[in-house]
């Protein structure tokens, strides 16, 4: 199970039954330490403690277990592994086609701002619903496949962690919202499109170009390869490496 790196305790909580502790992860919500050995979790909890008051980044050792998520382990180590802050942005140019990918990179964390723009007629609720739809696809789909490793040898490593925000400002990216089916880009995506779907796009605003064949690109390649880029399925190791690559690190298999 994946251990994410930079992450923050922005709350705790417990009552008086036994061995029930939790903590707010930023961006993940609550989660139960873990409640097999009572040291165990009076341990996690202190070390929790201590990262909220000083506001420090830890890292965070995840395992989904009778239905929950718990935290099996927390190490605070964030100097070492937190890692800079990149804003990275660049134009992008494959066949007939041109964009600028955007993001950011604080260590394993690789965030995208996305501001939506629904066309006139398509609800709030509707847009809840799509908000939450493709943030878990593209969340799902990118993180937690590949990681960085912390040293040469890879003894330890930050399993890269994709986000979606949705903003109104500052964003990276703008997509137009239309009423599906219809065809998708980068920058217009439509009511009907799956999390797959927007894990497709997702990529392409980290950079990445298409990867299936198209009359319009026949020298296009690689292509058929079965990834997301092709397909909307797989995130591969080397559509990962170069956000370890920016960090100076190898990459290993989550
Ligand atoms: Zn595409």
């Known amino acids: 199970m994946p251990v994410s ?20 992860l930023r961006h993940s919500g609550w989660r139960k330490l873990d409640d097999r050995n009572d040291d165990a979790t009076i341990n996690l909890l202190a070390i929790a403690a201590e990262a909220k008051s000083k506001g420090r980044s830890v890292s965070v050792h995840e395992e989904f277990r009778s239905g ?3 935290i ?27 964009w600028t990918a955007a993001f950011d990179q604080r260590g394993t964390t690789i965030t995208v701002r996305i501001r939506l723009v629904p066309d006139a007629g398509i609800t709030a609720a509707t847009m809840a619903t799509l908000r939450t739809r493709w943030q878990t696809g593209i969340e799902s789909k990118w993180s937690n496949r590949f990681g960085c490793c912390i040293s040469p040898d890879c003894v330890g490593g930050c399993a890269l962690n994709f986000r979606v925000e949705w903003v109104n400002t500052n964003e990276h ?6 009423q599906g089916p219809a065809g998708t880009n980068m920058t217009t995506w439509d009511t009907s499109d799956s999390g797959d779907v927007a894990s497709h796009e997702f990529g392409h605003m980290l950079g990445y170009p298409d990867e299936y064949t198209s009359n319009l690109c026949p020298s296009r390649s690689p292509v058929n390869t079965g990834t997301v880029m092709d397909d909307n399925t797989e995130v591969v190791r080397r559509l990962c490496t170069p956000f370890c690559d920016r960090l100076g690190q190898p990459t290993y298999t989550v």
């Open 173 to 178: 990216h703008t997509v137009r919202v239309r």
């Open 5 to 24: 790196c930079g992450r923050y305790v922005d709350a705790l909580w417990c009552n008086e039954e036994r061995s029930n502790a939790w903590v707010w």
């Open 72 to 98: 099996t382990e927390i190490a605070d180590f964030h100097t070492g592994t937190l890692g800079p802050t990149f804003n990275v942005s660049f134009a992008m140019s494959e066949c007939i086609y041109g």
């Open 68 to 70: 929950t998520w718990r």
